[in-house]
Each structure stands twice: as C-alpha cells, then as structure tokens.
C-alpha cells in the first residue's frame, strides 16, 4: 500500500458518511479503555461494549476513552451514536490515509493526525493515525492499534502528579498531543544524528552504498514532512480557537505548543536542506573523482604520443635509414624516450597539471 496517499476505490460512489474503513488492519479486535478522574478519583478499566460509556456524558469527571482498531464499522457506529458524532467525522477516522486537520463544531472538536516511530534499524518511519474528539467532560481518542507514546500522560493521571488530575479534557487534549510533538522531535533527532554523519562519509568515500542511504533518508524525511506541517496548522489553530471546549487558562500551554510545533517544522526543514546538499556534495565528489581519473589518462596518453611516434619511425621496414647500423642505437633511442618522458612530467609539474 502506498505511505503517501491511500487509494479510496471502495468509497466511490457511497454516500456522505459511510464508515469504509481504509487502511491496513493493524489488530484482531477493536479495544476500548476507559480512563475516568477528577482529583480524588480514578477508574481505569477496558469495557466491552460501548453501551456501557453513556454514564460519561453526565458525568462531572473527566473522562478520557480510547479505542484501538478501527476497521470494525459496528464498534464505531456503537461509539459514534453514545457520544453523537457526526458521521462525517467517523468517515474521516477510518479513513486512515486522511490528510491531518482540526474541524470545530458547536458542541464537538474534531482532530486527526499522525503518530509516527522509527524502526529498530533507524531507517524508515511508520505511522500511525491518531484521531481525537472532544466534547462535553469526554475526550475520545481513536488509534489504529494498541501502543502509543501516551503512557507518560497515563502514568500522571494514576500517581495524580501535577495539575491534570485537576483540569478538564481540553488539557488533557493538550496533554497527549504534546506527547505526540515531542515524539516527533525524538524520531527526527535519530535520524538526524545519521544525517549529520554523512558529511564526513560524502568526501570520504562516496560509495554507491552510501547514495542509496542519502536518498532512503530523503524519501523517509519526506515522509515526517508530510505529517509535521498540517500538525503545526493544527497546533497553530488550536492555540487561536474560540471554542467553548478548550478553557481561556489553558492557552499558554497551546502556545507552548506551538513553539514546539515550529522548532519541529524548522528541524524538518533543515535536515531536507542537508540532504540535498549531501546528495550535491556526492555528485561534486564524484565529478572530482571523475576527473582525476580522465586526467590521468589523459596524461598517460599524452606521455605515450611522442614514443609511440618515435617506436613508429624506428619500426618502419626501409632498408636504407642511418641509424639501423649504430652498435648502440637501441639504447640511444630508450634513452631518447626516456628523456622525452622526464621533460614532459617536468612540463606537467611545473604547470601544476598534476
């Protein structure tokens, strides 16, 4: 399946709000997991029916619920008809090739974006959708499996560090996509510490292996581009929203977030940047090898004219030339080359050629 834009064949001609999920299977069964907590209390548990989530939406807590896999239309119909999510919105959550983007509503926050690690080897990214929902006390976040760069935010809300286990979902919200920005940081600053590590390597030795590796990392930061840009739109529209959902006293940490998303940004640009000119110093490298190489002929060759005239005229078959009969004109001729060899690298030496 392609990594930057998924074929939509089978929403062709379906109606507005069809629940088709596109994507690859990432997991068996859908999962959903329950986190609800207010200052004093906290219930953390899976449930298996999404029936049993109403409560949270009379609910004073906070409650904040996840659901692992999404290529189950049962499920999120289920979920979408106990929270009243539009349709459309669930479109755009199964839809897993979807572009990121924040769309608020009167009652509801709508964002998707992608999660992205690196693999073991360090070299190609994978992504993950992240889709998030929030309204009312609710936040309801929507991944493709399970396992995510969240623990940390769980990890706060069972020891009750800090100030989220006092806020409301819209922090929350700030909370897990903080998370998600400073694991890109983490994934470009792995592969930036390779990247950076090409400029020896190019003048070095600029092997064919070493172009192959250039330009997989330019196809891989391609890639974090493609995520990390629409991420900064929505980090930059949510710290301007107005919306009801998202307190005035959270603002300053959405500002926070911004920032992050920028150095983000700017870090994705500037490796781009250093991989192109990595790729025009190995061409340059290889142009200069190039050219070593041809001048070295072309000075062997230059060197074997004048022999090669001198071999020719001593090696023509007339009976009648003076000095066939010297007793040491073979050495007399050797000598000859010899000297015509010196005189020429003397020549070349003196006018730098070589």
């Known amino acids: 399946m392609a990594r930057f834009l998924k074929k939509n064949d089978m929403t062709a001609g379906k109606p507005p709000g069809s629940l088709i999920f596109i994507g690859q299977q990432k997991t068996d069964e859908p999962s959903l997991r329950i986190i609800d907590y207010d200052e004093e209390t906290l219930r953390d548990e899976v449930v298996p029916e999404a029936a049993a989530l109403s409560p949270c939406l009379g609910s004073k807590t906070t409650s904040w619920l996840n659901l692992d896999g999404l290529h189950v239309p049962e499920v999120m119909e289920r979920v979408g008809q106990a929270f009243s999510i539009s349709p459309l919105i669930l479109e755009d959550i199964v839809n897993t090739g979807h572009r990121p983007k924040m769309d608020e509503y009167p009652d509801m926050l709508f964002i998707t974006l992608k999660m992205l690690s690196i693999n073991p080897t360090h070299d190609r990214i994978i992504s993950e959708q992240l889709s998030c929902v929030l309204t009312g006390r609710c936040l309801i976040t929507f991944q493709e499996q399970p396992g995510d760069v969240f623990e940390p935010v769980r990890d706060r809300i069972r020891h009750q560090s800090g100030r989220l286990r006092r806020r409301g979902p819209d922090y929350l919200l700030y909370a897990l996509l903080d998370c998600v920005f400073e694991n890109y940081l983490k994934v470009i600053e792995i592969m930036g ?43 930059l529209k949510l710290a301007r929203t107005e919306s009801e959902l998202v307190a005035e006293e959270i603002t300053p940490y959405l500002r926070d977030l911004t920032d992050m998303a920028e150095q983000t940004t700017e870090a994705v640009e500037t490796y781009r940047e250093m991989l192109n000119d990595h790729l025009n110093s190995y061409n340059m490298a290889m142009a200069n090898r190039l050219n070593d190489v041809m001048k070295f002929l072309t000075i062997f060759a230059t060197i074997f004219i004048p022999l090669s005239f001198l071999a020719g005229v001593y090696g023509m078959n007339f009976e009648f030339m003076p000095e066939l009969k010297l007793r040491h004109g073979y050495f007399v001729l050797l000598g000859i080359m010899g000297a015509v060899v010196a005189a020429m690298l003397f020549y070349f030496k003196k006018r730098k050629w070589i």
């Open 193 to 235: 510490e390779r990247i950076e590590a090409f400029d020896e390597e190019v003048l070095d030795d600029p092997s064919p292996e070493l172009l192959e590796e250039i330009n997989l990392y330019r196809r891989e930061m391609a890639f974090v581009r493609r995520a990390v840009r629409p991420a900064r739109e929505i980090a």
